[in-house]
């Protein structure tokens, strides 16, 4: 069972968003904050698998919530709710170590898919969420990424298609290697490039050229067709 706490200041928010949950029958929200602050206590208190945080809210923001949380917890998994997709606090959010961004709008299976994603280590964007980020990365580091020298041809390959949005096992199946394996290369690069999470990977892969605006790769990750690599 996944335990999620719901962060937001709108009662009927929290109300509606633990029914969608629990209706999936895998999930419980074992606790729910009107406030930031609120927010920090309950993580403390049941460590849960997954916060839904809302951005906008009195007192503490979600974003000095985000901040906290993962300054005394760098392994708590953090997903941002947000009613605009150009919310100014959503690319701090990501800085800060949020997992993943939903708008608030977005159909009730993506939230549902994000929070097990997320329970996961793998994060779902609303792609009007994660294009905004790319283009603020791009517009501020675009004269200056370099690849960096470190990444192995295949760590590469993986940032590529982690950039393209694809989760651990499609990773395997496209590159023919365990999810196993899969994993210990996104770990090396998280290490090389001090990232702190596949989100920051995705927007990284879009920075360093590796994958165009529609999600794709400018250029085929190389020993993608080729076993054994």
């Known amino acids: 069972m996944i ?3 719901v962060a937001d200041d709108q009662a009927l928010v929290r109300a509606g968003v633990r029914m969608m949950l629990e209706a999936a029958g895998d999930m419980e929200v074992c606790g729910e904050a009107a406030d930031g602050a609120e927010a920090v206590r309950l993580a403390e208190r049941h460590r849960p698998d997954v916060l839904l945080m809302d951005l906008r809210m009195p007192r503490v923001d979600g974003l000095e919530a985000t ?21 100014v606090n959503v690319y701090s959010a990501l800085r800060a170590g949020a997992l993943g961004f939903l708008v608030k709008d977005d ?10 994603r997320a329970a996961l280590g793998e994060p779902l964007l609303a ?3 994660l294009r905004r980020l790319v283009e603020r990365a791009l517009a501020a580091e675009r004269q200056t990424a370099r690849l960096p020298g470190n990444l192995t041809e295949r760590e590469v390959q993986v ?13 395997g199946d496209r590159l023919h290697v365990g999810v196993t394996t899969v994993k210990s290369h996104v770990a090396a690069i998280m290490e090389k490039l001090e990232l702190r999470n596949r989100t920051q990977a995705a927007v990284v892969a879009h920075r360093f050229g590796l994958v165009d605006a529609e999600f794709n790769a400018l250029e085929p990750p190389r020993g993608a067709r080729e076993r054994g690599m």
């Open 159 to 171: 940032l590529t298609l982690v950039g393209m949005g694809l989760s651990n096992a499609e990773i």
């Open 67 to 87: 901040r906290r949380i993962l300054a005394a917890d760098p392994a708590a998994r953090i997903v941002v709710l947000t009613t605009f997709s150009d919310d």
């Open 3 to 5: 335990r999620v706490v």
């Open 107 to 116: 159909p009730p299976d993506r939230m549902v898919e994000a929070v097990r």
């Open 127 to 129: 792609p009007s969420v």
